[in-house]
C-alpha cells in the first residue's frame, strides 16, 4: 500500500494524523509537532536525497522550532489579548473614554445617556439635557461621567 507513496508523503500523513489527534485531544501539544512533521515533508520534498536519518534529525529539530515558536511568540500574544477578553462581558468597561449625549440631565449628580440603542445610567456634575459626556469610569451599572471637552 505504501510502497507508491513517496516518503514526503509519509511525513504529511503524519502531521494529518497528530493534527486530527489535536483535534481530538486538544492541547496545542501535538498541532506543532504535525506542523514540524509536515515541514519535514516539504523538505523531504525539496531535497529528494535526504537520507532517513537526516529526515529524523529534521523532523525533531523542526518539531523543536514549531513549540518553540509557539511558546515564546504566539503564547505571549495570546495572553495579552485576554487582557480585552477579561471585559467581554463587563460592558461598562468598554465604554470609558467613549462620549455620548444625555437624554436626561444630570440632576443632584444623575441622569441618563443614549448609548447606542439603550440608555444607561450616569453620575456626574450637574448638566443640561442633551449635553456631551465623556465617560471616565464605571460603578456596576452606573456610568462616572464628565462634561465632554
Known sequence: MFAS?????LWWLLALLLIALEVALPGYFLLWIGIGAGATGVLAWLLPGMSLLAQAVAFTVCALLACALYAYVLRPRLRRGD??????NRR???????RYVLI???VNGRGRARVGDGEWLVNGPDL?????VEV???D????KVRPAA
Open 5 to 9: 507513496l513517496a516518503v514526503h508523503h
Open 83 to 88: 487582557a480585552a477578553g477579561e471585559r467581554l
Open 92 to 98: 461598562g468597561e468598554q465604554l470609558v473614554g467613549q
Open 104 to 106: 436626561e440631565p444630570i
Open 128 to 132: 443640561p439635557l442633551g449635553a456631551n
Open 136 to 138: 471616565i469610569g464605571v
Open 140 to 143: 456596576g451599572n452606573t456610568l
